[in-house]
């Protein structure tokens, strides 16, 4: 799950991790409620979506006075930001961050997230702060220095003094800037959190160390643990049709494609979706409708997969282990027998009574396209959209 900037404050306020002051503002009035409460005389007028590159897209401006606090606030608010997260169609702000300006010497970056292939987190900085840190991965990696968290153990004491030399800092600074790294572990551990990142962290002209920015990711596993971090979802940001998939425990993730796929286990769908780019298809979606793959799953799983208009065939593979194929086939017909779908489907059965549910299938007064491997489902799936 992600949260906005200023709910990822409100984390590192908890634990003490610096940051402007601030609040949220859903309106022009409540921009200047909030610019009125701050002890500046500079303001920062942010718009809260869940992407990066606000900046470049004008979602980020410096009002010297509360009159500008209020222009930038109505031409923000409402307003569709394209970065390079959001995607063509881009995002609708509704909400801004109003704080305090900052006198800035520096900009550099932090962030911690997991390593899976050492299988521990890494604390990760960088001088290069402020520009987009994939940009600087791969065009400048040896930029981005990394310490690897022993799970257990925790940041040392010896790797925080590192990454501060790391950041250039000096003198006092290095201690401030060990104190900051310790309590971001700390509101990093303590949330469940996959991903924290600053961007930028900045050194103030009198030598303070602050959170500029501020990103959160969260364990979707581990949210039962933190109902005031789930309060902090906002649908609004998500996609609509990722949403209602999640209210009957479907895992779906739509994808720029044209085959719809319907599968049971995470890692098949993940083979399906390849063997469907290996045959020259593109997969509209990532779904896993579990191990039951009941009448009601099914025909819930066609109803998001056909609220995609990209759509032109799709792709059933299931395999037989838990399940019965012969009752998976008649769930299938059954759930088609509520939900309409006008694409050819192509099925593909294996493991326990899969002769079975092939033969109910191709007895049906339903045109269901049969594939008897995973192999000949790709090619088959793939031949009935080009037709």
Same mark, same amino acid.
């Given at each position: 799950?992600?949260?906005?900037?200023?709910?990822?404050?409100?984390?590192?306020?908890?634990?003490?991790?610096?940051?402007?002051?601030?609040?949220?503002?859903?309106?022009?009035?409540?921009?200047?409620?909030v610019?009125?409460?701050?002890?500046?005389?500079?303001?920062?007028?942010?718009?809260?979506?869940?992407?990066?590159?606000?900046?470049?897209a004008?979602?980020?401006?410096?009002?010297?006075?509360?009159?500008?606090?209020?222009?930038?606030a109505?031409?923000?608010?409402?307003?569709?930001l394209?970065?390079?997260?959001?995607?063509?169609?881009?995002?609708?702000?509704?909400?801004?961050?109003?704080?305090?300006?900052?006198?800035?010497?520096?900009?550099?970056?932090?962030?911690?997230?997991?390593?899976?292939?050492?299988?521990?987190?890494?604390?990760?900085?960088?001088?290069?702060?402020?520009?987009?840190?994939?940009?600087?991965?791969?065009?400048?990696?040896?930029?981005?220095?990394?310490?690897?968290?022993?799970?257990?153990?925790?940041?040392?004491?010896?790797q925080?003094?590192?990454?501060?030399?790391?950041?250039?800092?000096?003198?006092?600074?290095?201690?401030?800037?060990?104190?900051?790294?310790?309590?971001?572990?700390?509101?990093?551990? #303590?949330?469940?959190?996959?991903?924290?990142?600053?961007?930028?962290?900045?050194?103030?002209?009198s030598?303070?160390?602050?959170?500029?920015?501020?990103?959160?990711?969260?364990?979707?596993?581990?949210?039962?643990?933190? #109902?005031?971090?789930?309060e902090?979802?906002?649908?609004?940001?998500?996609?609509?049709s990722?949403?209602?998939?999640?209210?009957?425990?479907l895992?779906?993730?739509?994808?720029?494609?044209?085959?719809?796929?319907?599968?049971?286990?995470?890692?098949?769908?993940?083979?399906?979706?390849?063997?469907?780019?290996?045959?020259?298809?593109?997969?509209?979606?990532?779904?896993?409708?579990?191990?039951? #793959?009941?009448?009601?799953?099914v025909?819930?799983?066609?109803?998001?997969?056909?609220?995609d208009?990209?759509?032109?065939?799709?792709?059933?593979?299931?395999?037989?282990?838990?399940?019965?194929?012969?009752?998976?086939?008649?769930?299938?017909?059954?759930?088609?027998?509520?939900?309409?779908?006008?694409?050819?489907?192509?099925v593909r059965?294996?493991?326990t009574?899969?002769?079975?549910?092939?033969?109910?299938?191709?007895?049906?007064?339903?045109?269901?396209?049969?594939?008897?491997?995973?192999?000949?489902?790709?090619?088959?799936?793939?031949?009935?959209?080009?037709?």
């Open positions: 799950m992600n949260i906005h900037e200023y709910q990822a404050k409100e984390i590192f306020r908890k634990y003490n991790v610096p940051v402007p002051k601030g609040g949220v503002a859903f309106s022009v009035e409540e921009a200047l409620e610019a009125n409460s701050l002890d500046s005389n500079i303001f920062v007028v942010k718009a809260q979506i869940h992407a990066g590159g606000r900046g470049k004008g979602g980020v401006k410096i009002a010297k006075n509360l009159d500008e606090v209020s222009l930038y109505n031409e923000i608010l409402g307003k569709t394209v970065t390079h997260q959001t995607g063509p169609a881009g995002k609708t702000v509704s909400r801004l961050l109003i704080e305090e300006g900052i006198d800035i010497a520096r900009e550099l970056y932090m962030g911690i997230v997991l390593d899976r292939q050492s299988g521990k987190f890494v604390f990760m900085v960088s001088e290069e702060g402020g520009m987009e840190i994939e940009k600087v991965a791969a065009e400048t990696p040896e930029k981005i220095i990394k310490e690897w968290i022993e799970p257990g153990i925790g940041l040392q004491a010896f925080a003094r590192k990454l501060a030399y790391a950041l250039g800092l000096e003198g006092v600074q290095v201690k401030q800037g060990s104190k900051f790294m310790f309590a971001l572990c700390t509101a990093f551990n #303590a949330s469940d959190a996959s991903l924290v990142e600053i961007n930028p962290l900045v050194v103030t002209s030598g303070d160390i602050m959170a500029l920015d501020a990103k959160m990711n969260f364990d979707d596993n581990a949210l039962y643990r933190h #109902a005031d971090i789930l902090f979802r906002d649908l609004s940001e998500e996609e609509p990722e949403v209602e998939a999640s209210k009957f425990n895992n779906y993730i739509k994808l720029d494609g044209n085959v719809g796929c319907m599968v049971n286990g995470a890692g098949l769908a993940m083979g399906t979706m390849d063997i469907i780019k290996l045959y020259g298809g593109e997969p509209a979606n990532f779904l896993d409708v579990g191990g039951v #793959a009941s009448p009601e799953t025909a819930n799983g066609f109803r998001i997969i056909m609220s208009e990209n759509v032109k065939a799709v792709l059933i593979n299931i395999f037989g282990g838990i399940v019965r194929c012969d009752r998976v086939a008649l769930g299938i017909i059954q759930a088609l027998g509520e939900v309409k779908v006008d694409v050819p489907i192509v059965l294996a493991g009574n899969a002769e079975e549910g092939s033969k109910i299938l191709a007895d049906s007064d339903m045109d269901f396209i049969v594939a008897q491997s995973l192999a000949e489902a790709a090619e088959k799936v793939t031949a009935a959209i080009e037709e």
